[in-house]
């Protein structure tokens, strides 16, 4: 059975970091593009992140940009999000969602996504 499991969320302090994963099983990553969404609660699901299967390009929100990357381990059919120098605002679920992959750059547009994780949850907090 096909699964994405997140995991690496959790209560940080703001400016600290956290690593969240992305693990696929039951499929290959290799042939998919990965993107990275958050949901804060009352709000629109955001697209932060992606990145592509074959050239590995990324992609970032500006709301995250300089401070969060992607990264993708085809071997351990695994996809990483270093998020540094958090923020209160970045308080969300993030998920990740794969989609099979068309063109060289990914896409940030969770429409574009049909098949998503559970989420985790990352509260920044003091």
């Known amino acids: 059975q096909a699964q994405l499991v997140e995991s690496g969320g959790g209560l940080v302090q703001p400016g600290g970091s956290l690593r969240l994963s992305c693990a696929a099983s039951?499929?290959?990553?290799?042939?998919?593009?990965i993107g990275w969404f958050r949901q804060a609660p009352g709000k629109e699901r955001e697209g932060i992140s992606c990145?592509?299967?074959?050239?590995?390009?990324?992609d970032y929100a500006d709301s995250v940009k300089g401070r969060f990357t992607i990264s993708r381990d085809n071997a351990k059919n695994t996809v990483y999000m270093q998020m540094n120098s958090l923020k209160p605002e970045d308080t969300a679920v993030y998920y990740c969602a794969t989609v099979r992959s068309k063109f060289p750059i990914c896409e940030m547009t969770s429409t574009t996504y049909n098949f998503w994780g559970q989420g985790t949850q990352v509260t920044v907090s003091s």
């Open positions: 039951g499929f290959t990553l290799d042939y998919y593009d």
């Open positions: 990145i592509s299967n074959s050239h590995g390009s990324t």
